[in-house]
């Protein structure tokens, strides 16, 4: 549970804001607070309790559309603060 904690918290840190929750509380959707640019554009987060993932969808242009799923918490760290275009 302190690894999906972790990956939340670095997902709340890049501006990222609760969409919905599953009625379980399993699942908890997160979206960019303001589209970007870059990877920041259309950003969805799907933070996943059961299967311990978390995966970012986004979009680009020319409406091309990206996903990254990962499972251990340093990853999606290491990712978010990857980002060349802040």
Known sequence: ??????????????????????????????????????????????IDRMAKRLSVAWKTVPRKSNLETFRDVSKPQEWFASDPVR
Do not use: W
């Open 1 to 46: 549970m302190e690894k999906l904690r972790a990956i939340q918290t670095a997902a709340y840190e890049r501006g990222l804001v609760e969409l919905n929750r599953s009625a379980e509380g399993s699942v908890q959707r997160l979206r960019k607070r303001e589209p970007g640019s870059g990877r920041e554009i259309h950003q969805h987060t799907c």
